[in-house]
């Protein structure tokens, strides 16, 4: 058994903020029309098994690595390369979710806004309507080991040799026969190949990637003769998160907005449950991330305390659950019923059967939108889920005071009275 321990790195890097692309009606057009010989697209994935939320984070790095491609290469300032890539847009997928379930970003986001700060982006399926989906290069990325002295130096170098043992399932494989590499590619690895495969350690911004991929991409279309490239960055959450302390991040993360239809969805749910925004929504994220942070959440007896509390010092009563709770967790099914709250409060939950035709990572984008809406949000410590409502509701909502607050491991009330007075420290937003 191989235990892969994967260490997310934070570094502060002073960067010169990238001035956004001028936005472009491009959805006057299709996108299968955008699909012309010209153009280079750039794709990218993130490590498999990793939620939704996570790889709306990893959005955020490709489009600084597709924002320092569009700059003109100072060795190559005649040539007019920049002005063409398209960002394609990797299916999510959940181990999650129903076997075999894939959303493409238009399910969920609005394309229209991401082209805020994006030129021109394309789901994956409009990059599978070609007469031949094949990939040019593949860069395969992997966290550059420390030095001597156990720290890291910022860069990037080619590997001699590619190893794929730190991805299980995600690697690739040489068809001698057909002399193209193979891989999963998102699901569709009957479909899709590449014509080469490139391994780089890395440790910095994604944008460090942009001087090679410039490179690559000039060289391809000068030995090929046409102007079309395509490329994919393999395990694009290897390159550094953006500081929250930058515009740039707020500025893409801006962008990411949800579509109408799903907005409209939970505006009717809060609606038909509460009429108003008064009601705390408190996000208790369960199933496997019980068996990895326990000792960073409360047991629910504690957290029924802790609910009860902020009700009390806000004067509410409704509560929204939002969780990722299964079936056969009867802890959690317990916690649900109505004996444990009293006759002065009403709990409430989404009953996806009532979403008929949605998908999972629509509902999971709906109980978000509702999160954000409420008067008070209490979430789960180290989940990305309520990291993005924080978010959401730092962007979006016009309270007066910071209203978000994470669940405690350790609570009494007797001792702790009003455990949450002080709201949960969030990055705010950088305008």
């Given at each position: 058994v191989v235990v892969v321990v994967f260490v997310f790195l934070t570094f502060v890097i002073d960067v010169a903020l990238l001035t956004p692309t001028t936005t472009t009606s491009s959805h006057q057009r299709t996108h299968s029309q955008s699909l012309l010989q010209d153009k280079r697209y750039l794709l990218y994935s993130v490590n498999p098994g990793e939620g939704f939320n996570l790889a709306r984070d990893v959005y955020i790095r490709a489009v600084v690595l597709y924002k320092a491609l569009q700059q003109p290469r100072q060795q190559n300032i005649n040539d007019d390369s920049h002005t063409r890539w398209v960002l394609v847009l990797p299916?999510?997928?959940?181990?999650?979710?129903?076997?075999?379930?894939?959303?493409?970003?238009?399910?969920?986001?609005?394309?229209?806004?991401?082209?805020?700060?994006?030129h021109e982006v394309m789901n994956f399926e409009d990059f599978m309507r070609r007469k031949k989906p094949q990939i040019d290069t593949v860069l395969h990325l992997s966290l550059k080991l420390p030095d001597k002295k156990g720290g890291w130096e910022m860069g990037m170098s080619q590997e001699h040799a590619c190893s794929f043992s730190s991805y299980p399932g995600a690697g690739f494989v040489k068809d001698e026969k057909e002399q193209v590499w193979k891989g999963s590619f998102w699901g569709y690895g009957d479909l899709v190949s590449a014509k080469s495969v490139k391994c780089y350690s890395m440790v910095g911004l994604a944008d460090l990637l942009a001087p090679t991929i410039d490179s690559l991409s000039t060289a391809a279309v000068k030995e090929s003769s046409k102007d079309s490239f395509t490329l994919m960055v393999a395990h694009l959450q290897v390159a550094s998160?953006?500081?929250?302390?930058?515009?740039?991040?707020?500025?893409?993360?801006?962008?990411?907005?949800?579509?109408?239809?799903?907005?409209?969805?939970?505006?009717?749910?809060?609606?038909?449950?509460?009429?108003?925004?008064?009601?705390?929504?408190?996000?208790?994220?369960?199933?496997?991330?019980?068996?990895?942070?326990?000792?960073k959440i409360p047991p629910l007896s504690h957290t029924i305390m802790q609910?009860?509390?902020l009700l009390d010092l806000y004067s509410l009563y409704n509560v929204y659950i939002a969780s990722d709770a299964r079936q056969d967790d009867s802890e959690f099914w317990n916690f649900m019923k109505a004996s444990n709250w009293g006759n002065d409060i009403q709990v409430h939950r989404i009953q996806r059967e009532n979403l008929n035709g949605m998908k999972s990572g629509q509902v999971a984008a709906i109980e978000q939108i509702v999160c954000t809406r409420a008067r008070v949000f209490l979430g789960t410590p180290s989940s990305t889920f309520t990291t993005r409502i924080q978010e959401e509701r730092d962007l979006h909502t016009n309270h007066k005071e910071d209203t978000s607050h994470l669940l405690l491991q350790h609570f009494n009330l007797e001792h702790t009275p009003h455990f949450n007075t002080k709201p949960t420290a969030t990055w705010k937003v950088v305008k």
């Open positions: 299916p999510f997928t959940n181990p999650h979710w129903p076997r075999g379930e894939i959303l493409q970003w238009n399910d969920v986001f609005d394309l229209e806004a991401l082209e805020l700060e994006v998160a953006v500081s929250p302390m930058k515009k740039l991040y707020w500025d893409i993360r801006k962008s990411m907005r949800f579509l109408p239809k799903l907005e409209e969805r939970a505006f009717d749910i809060i609606q038909s449950m509460f009429q108003d925004s008064h009601f705390i929504a408190v996000h208790l994220r369960r199933s496997d991330f019980l068996n990895v942070h326990r000792n609910i009860k509390d």
